[in-house]
Each structure stands twice: as C-alpha cells, then as structure tokens.
C-alpha cells in the first residue's frame, strides 16, 4: 500500500519492477483516474482510491506499506503508525521516505535548490507555519 500516493508513479514503478499488486490512497480525488491511467499503461495490478488513511477498512494484511512525501502532513504520528501496523502482516515492512535537509552540514548549503528546501522546511523537517 502506497499512503499518499499522489499521481501513482511510485507505486506503479513497484509493481512494474516487483511484480507486486498495489493499493494507493491519496486525498486528491483528481490524482486517481491519473494513476489508474498510468497503471493500466503499464499493465500492472494497482488500484487506488481517494481515501485519508485515518479512514481505511478493515482488510486483508499488506506485506508492505509505504509512503513518499506524506507523513509530514500527518499530525497525528502515532496515531499513523499504531493504524498502519495494524495493516501489515507480521513479517511486513513499512518504508516512510521524507526530503528534508536536517543535518546541519546542509543548514548552509549554497546551491538554489538547497537553500529553497531549508527555508520551506525550516531545517527541522517540518513545513514552516
């Protein structure tokens, strides 16, 4: 399962390259017909749904979750992790995948990118608000 999976491209790459079924949530109701496109461009067996993750069902146990970009947006981490370990099997993963520059040695980075991504986040990982 893909938490927060956007437009689909993670999660269609990793059924692409492991042969895997997936299963995206995303709160983007435009996002979905987008991914269910690319995957069927890509034949692999993904669905996915407009769905917040504090609101999935009951199901079937997933071998892996992950997420891309999405947990900052979560206020709630435990809450995630305590729902979320609940859907995966016992011999399951979790991958939680997050850009942020939080060592210092990247504080003063001098590249554009670099600098535009410590001022949005505030050299803690979390959007400035």
Known sequence: ????????????????KYGVT????????????????KAKEHGVDA????????NLAPRKPYDAIYSDEAIVHFPDLSAYY???????????????KELHFTHSKYK?????LSQHI???YGYSGN???
Request: aromatic share 12%.
């Open 118 to 120: 410590n001022k949005v």
């Open 47 to 54: 669905g996915f749904e407009k769905l917040h993750w504090n």
């Open 1 to 16: 399962m893909d938490v927060g999976c956007g437009w689909g491209g993670s999660l269609v790459y990793l059924c692409e």
């Open 82 to 96: 305590e729902k979320m370990y609940k859907y995966l099997k016992p011999t399951g993963y979790m991958v939680n």
């Open 22 to 37: 997936g299963h995206g949530i995303t709160l983007s109701g435009l996002a979905v017909p987008v991914a269910e496109k």
């Open 108 to 112: 003063h980075a001098g590249d554009r």
């Open 127 to 129: 959007y400035i608000t």
